[in-house]
């Protein structure tokens, strides 16, 4: 005979059982829902206007409007002056801006406007991406983004080797672009200062360089076609630091807060596609120290202190983006 103290032992294991099987099982759910398989050899299927739901969500309904690069004529007529400075507009920086403007273009390629339904993936740096085998899938999509000075050759079997547009600034600018770019590669500049806009044009219209105003020294001599050259609206900025991560826009401090170039790629992808993927995205734990942040380079995330991101608040911006289902992950996070 089992005595009534052991059934109700055994009752309260059954229970305790019964409450780690259903977590398990959450757990699982959430897993799967975070985490995107690709399947093979197949395109994703693509639901025209998907992406704009979610960013109407994400940011307000109001953001689609916003061209993507700056171009000469919003800047011949300046009907509102930008309220913001760098990064988040070009209040200031005008003439300088209108020297760039006049020598870059602005469109966005026939081969992307065509397209009923865009899939674009951004390819975020993370080592996360390392023996990932995702090559062949990143290629497979419409529009590939990828960031600063990430490079394919040699690693096409996990970052593919399609480049529609990269997102720069001059201290991330690969110093061989042609290396790592397609010929018909947008080359995406953020600017962050007015040096940044002295940068590209002394660069495409070969003046005079200039070392100092840069936090690290950047290309001086620079091997691509103007025509590959926008300049990103800095609008993106503005709402990837306000909207997703509740940051002061006009900000005192000298270490000022922005968001990481990967969030606003996406900001961007949200604005621009109808499906967006993300790869290579999710920093190491504070404590894993010696954890390499890239998947090309041994750098920790050490290397990031003076950087002015938060990239515990973009996990979890990047998070909420996942749960609502704005974009899909096809690496963990
Ligand atoms: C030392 C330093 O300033 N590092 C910054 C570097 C550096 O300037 C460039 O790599 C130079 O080519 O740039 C940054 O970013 P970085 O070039 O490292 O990475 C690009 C984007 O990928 C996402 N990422 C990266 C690594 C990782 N483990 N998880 C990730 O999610 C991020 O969204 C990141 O933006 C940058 O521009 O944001 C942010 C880094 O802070
Ligand atoms: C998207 O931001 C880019 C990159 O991810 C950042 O790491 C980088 O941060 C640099 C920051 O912009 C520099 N600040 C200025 C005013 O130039 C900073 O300069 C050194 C410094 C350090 C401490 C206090 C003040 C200034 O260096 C940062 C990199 O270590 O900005 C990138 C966009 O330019």
């Known amino acids: 005979m089992i005595s009534k103290s052991r059934w109700k032992l055994l009752a309260m294991l059954a229970l305790f059982l019964a409450v780690m099987v259903w977590y398990s099982i959450s757990r699982e759910d959430r897993y799967i829902e975070l985490f995107y398989f690709p399947v093979p050899g197949k395109k994703e299927p693509c639901l025209q206007g998907e992406a704009e739901k979610m960013v109407s969500k994400l940011f307000g309904n109001y953001s689609r409007e916003q061209p993507f690069f700056l171009q000469l004529k919003d800047y011949f007529w300046v009907k509102t002056p930008s309220l913001y400075e760098l990064p988040y507009g070009t209040k200031g920086s005008e003439d300088l801006l209108l020297r760039v403007l006049a020598i870059t273009s602005y469109s966005i390629p026939e081969s992307i406007q065509s397209l009923k339904c865009r899939r674009c993936v951004v390819v975020g740096n993370g080592?996360?991406?390392?023996?990932?085998?995702?090559?062949?899938?990143?290629?497979?999509?419409?529009?590939?983004?990828?960031?600063?000075?990430?490079?394919?050759?040699?690693?096409?079997?996990?970052?593919?080797?399609?480049?529609?547009?990269?997102?720069?600034?001059?201290?991330?600018?690969?110093?061989?672009?042609?290396?790592?770019?397609?010929?018909?590669?947008?080359?995406?500049?953020?600017?962050?200062?007015?040096?940044?806009?002295?940068?590209?044009?002394?660069?495409?219209?070969?003046?005079?360089?200039?070392?100092?105003?840069?936090?690290?020294?950047?290309?001086?001599?620079?091997?691509?076609?103007?025509?590959?050259?926008?300049?990103?609206?800095?609008?993106?900025?503005?709402?990837?630091?306000?909207?997703?991560?509740?940051?002061?826009?006009?900000?005192?401090?000298?270490?000022?807060?922005?968001p990481t170039t990967g969030l606003l790629a996406i900001t961007l992808a949200l604005h621009l596609c109808d499906l967006v993927h993300i790869a290579g995205f999710g920093y190491p734990d504070a404590h894993q120290k010696k954890q390499s942040i890239h998947y090309y380079e041994y750098i920790t995330l050490k290397s990031m202190m003076w950087s002015g991101h938060n990239v515990s608040q973009e996990a979890l911006a990047i998070k909420r983006m996942l749960e609502i289902g704005a974009v899909k992950n096809l690496t963990y996070f």
Do not use: C
């Not at 005079?208 to 300049?231: A, E, H, S, T």
């Open 127 to 258: 080592h996360r991406l390392r023996n990932s085998s995702l090559g062949e899938a990143i290629n497979k999509y419409d529009v590939v983004i990828r960031l600063n000075s990430a490079p394919v050759a040699g690693y096409e079997q996990d970052v593919g080797s399609k480049t529609t547009m990269r997102l720069f600034y001059p201290e991330s600018a690969h110093f061989n672009p042609k290396v790592e770019d397609n010929p018909d590669t947008l080359l995406v500049l953020v600017a962050f200062k007015a040096m940044d806009f002295h940068w590209i044009e002394s660069i495409l219209s070969d003046k005079k360089r200039v070392r100092k105003g840069f936090w690290k020294q950047p290309p001086l001599i620079w091997d691509v076609n103007p025509k590959q050259i926008r300049i990103l609206n800095p609008f993106y900025m503005e709402i990837a630091a306000d909207k997703l991560l509740s940051l002061p826009i006009q900000q005192p401090h000298k270490i000022k807060q922005k």
